[in-house]
């Protein structure tokens, strides 16, 4: 396809929570050297146009104004970069029903936390990294905004962010039902970013006690812990205050693991065997697998936290269906505009503010 040449259909292809396991969503995530490029790299790979990529822990989703091959060299790339068939962990919408994909994800609708907090700034994080790139077009521009303003719609008229909101709150749900008390309990953080604040607000106001937020950067975790009134450490400090701890919440932005096999092993004898509770809400995963051969080593991931969410749904049926009417109305009057001659009255074709 030609620079400028831009085609009238839409598309997304991509993977979640719910089609694909953590392995497969963590070989797809980005890598610390394509911050800032992702975009620009499915373009030229792809060879489409309109490329906005959605990335999260949870998901990995392509939006772009495709050619006529375009779904299959989107498919194609996304097995590529996994280096095995993922074919039938994908989804694929297109048209209408993709700018209902798009309504759906920024509202938390299709969040395994439903009405999670996170993604809403997450998709304008995405929109905004295509801005840069400059590979947004006029399809990306008015769906994306959109989206962003439906997504707050949904939040400021319904009360889905009932119960747990965000992965975070999630992991300090599970932290509390591990111990009925955390008051008397040590608690490290490893990592400064979103999801570890997240996880420290939560678990601060369900009342842990001894709180260590570790970190590669010392100022980061400096900043938090002043915030939250815990302790700042740095990274090995970090691993070092694991002989003492009870819980440890794992969530940097490592492309390794900073946790393996025999490390805990030599962890588990250090502690005599006492109970360590570890949650990776990483991704890439901070965590090997095998940690769990070691004696008293226990290990949660992002999707063994689906369960402790599920308990928080039978409360909002009212209010999801409502929030998921509004994503119909919505997303349908958004593909009218998007397929109109003109673009639409009063939506700008530019950026959002940061």
């Given at each position: 396809m030609r620079l400028g040449m831009t085609s009238p259909e839409w598309?997304?292809?991509g993977l979640n929570h719910a089609t694909a396991p953590?392995?497969?969503?963590?070989?797809?995530?980005?890598?610390?050297?394509e911050a800032g490029r992702i975009n620009t790299l499915v373009r030229e790979a792809t060879g489409q146009e309109g490329v906005v990529v959605i990335s999260t822990c949870s998901r990995f989703e392509v939006y772009c104004q495709p050619d006529k091959d375009g779904e299959q060299a989107v498919v194609e790339w996304l097995v590529r970069r996994a280096g095995r068939d993922i074919s039938s962990s994908l989804y694929v919408r297109r048209g209408p029903e993709a700018v209902s994909h798009l309504f759906r994800v920024a509202a938390g609708l299709d969040s395994w936390v439903v009405g999670e907090t996170e993604i809403l700034g997450q998709c304008k994080a995405a929109y905004q990294g295509a801005c840069a790139e400059k590979t947004a077009t006029r399809y990306g521009h008015l769906a994306f905004q959109r989206a962003l303003m439906v997504g707050k719609k949904v939040r400021n008229e319904t009360r889905i962010v009932g119960g747990i909101a965000s992965i975070g709150g999630a992991a300090a749900v599970l932290a509390r039902s591990i111990f009925n008390e955390l008051k008397e309990r040590v608690i490290v953080v490893f990592g400064a970013g979103t999801m570890a604040s997240s996880s420290v607000r939560h678990l601060r106001s369900k009342g842990a006690g001894e709180l260590f937020v570790s970190n590669r950067s010392l100022d980061k975790a400096q900043a938090l812990a002043a915030e939250l009134g815990g302790k700042p450490i740095t990274l090995a400090e970090g691993f070092d205050r694991l002989d003492q701890a009870d819980i440890a919440v794992f969530s940097t932005g490592a492309d390794r693991c900073l946790l393996d096999g025999e490390a805990a092993l030599a962890l588990s004898r250090r502690r005599g065997g006492r109970s360590l509770f570890i949650i990776d809400i990483a991704m890439p995963r901070n965590v090997a697998p095998e940690v769990t051969q070691a004696e008293g080593i226990y290990l949660y991931d992002i999707d063994d936290l689906k369960g402790v969410v599920e308990k928080s749904l039978a409360k909002r049926e009212e209010d999801l269906a409502r929030a998921?009417?509004?994503?119909?109305?919505?997303?349908?009057d958004c593909w009218g505009r998007m397929t109109h001659p003109l673009p639409a009255a009063g939506v700008p074709l530019a950026p959002v503010a940061a």
């Amino acid at each position: 396809m030609r620079l400028g040449m831009t085609s009238p259909e839409w598309l997304v292809v991509g993977l979640n929570h719910a089609t694909a396991p953590v392995e497969i969503r963590e070989a797809i995530s980005p890598k610390p050297h394509e911050a800032g490029r992702i975009n620009t790299l499915v373009r030229e790979a792809t060879g489409q146009e309109g490329v906005v990529v959605i990335s999260t822990c949870s998901r990995f989703e392509v939006y772009c104004q495709p050619d006529k091959d375009g779904e299959q060299a989107v498919v194609e790339w996304l097995v590529r970069r996994a280096g095995r068939d993922i074919s039938s962990s994908l989804y694929v919408r297109r048209g209408p029903e993709a700018v209902s994909h798009l309504f759906r994800v920024a509202a938390g609708l299709d969040s395994w936390v439903v009405g999670e907090t996170e993604i809403l700034g997450q998709c304008k994080a995405a929109y905004q990294g295509a801005c840069a790139e400059k590979t947004a077009t006029r399809y990306g521009h008015l769906a994306f905004q959109r989206a962003l303003m439906v997504g707050k719609k949904v939040r400021n008229e319904t009360r889905i962010v009932g119960g747990i909101a965000s992965i975070g709150g999630a992991a300090a749900v599970l932290a509390r039902s591990i111990f009925n008390e955390l008051k008397e309990r040590v608690i490290v953080v490893f990592g400064a970013g979103t999801m570890a604040s997240s996880s420290v607000r939560h678990l601060r106001s369900k009342g842990a006690g001894e709180l260590f937020v570790s970190n590669r950067s010392l100022d980061k975790a400096q900043a938090l812990a002043a915030e939250l009134g815990g302790k700042p450490i740095t990274l090995a400090e970090g691993f070092d205050r694991l002989d003492q701890a009870d819980i440890a919440v794992f969530s940097t932005g490592a492309d390794r693991c900073l946790l393996d096999g025999e490390a805990a092993l030599a962890l588990s004898r250090r502690r005599g065997g006492r109970s360590l509770f570890i949650i990776d809400i990483a991704m890439p995963r901070n965590v090997a697998p095998e940690v769990t051969q070691a004696e008293g080593i226990y290990l949660y991931d992002i999707d063994d936290l689906k369960g402790v969410v599920e308990k928080s749904l039978a409360k909002r049926e009212e209010d999801l269906a409502r929030a998921a009417g509004i994503v119909a109305c919505e997303s349908a009057d958004c593909w009218g505009r998007m397929t109109h001659p003109l673009p639409a009255a009063g939506v700008p074709l530019a950026p959002v503010a940061a």
